[in-house]
């Protein structure tokens, strides 16, 4: 399989950053890894956070789901969907760095 077909989808559907690494761009490569593992703590913790408040508001003794809705309903979600969109442009930043600097690797090894 040639490289910038591999390291594109490594960087696709594997993990965004992998592709790099495959390309042997290792510092672009672990920087972009270590971004997207902070981005999914910070999204793990804040979802822990609305899960916590959602079951344990003062006064609300059952948990129908009724409830819970109402409660969902008036959560703020903004700071997972800033960093989804940071996740998402991230990854589609990786997945073409990674074809096109496989490519050109790949054209360079053709030259030679």
Known sequence: MKKYILSTLCSAFVIPG???IINQNLKKGMIILSVVFILLILGAIKLAFIIKLLFQKPGIHS??????LKR???ENF???WILLIIFFIIWIYSVLDAFWTGKKIES???TL
């Open 108 to 110: 360079q090894a053709n």
């Open 78 to 80: 903004s700071a997972l």
């Open 18 to 20: 992998l592709g790099q």
């Open 72 to 74: 969902l309903q008036g």
């Open 63 to 68: 948990y129908d789901s009724g409830m819970i």
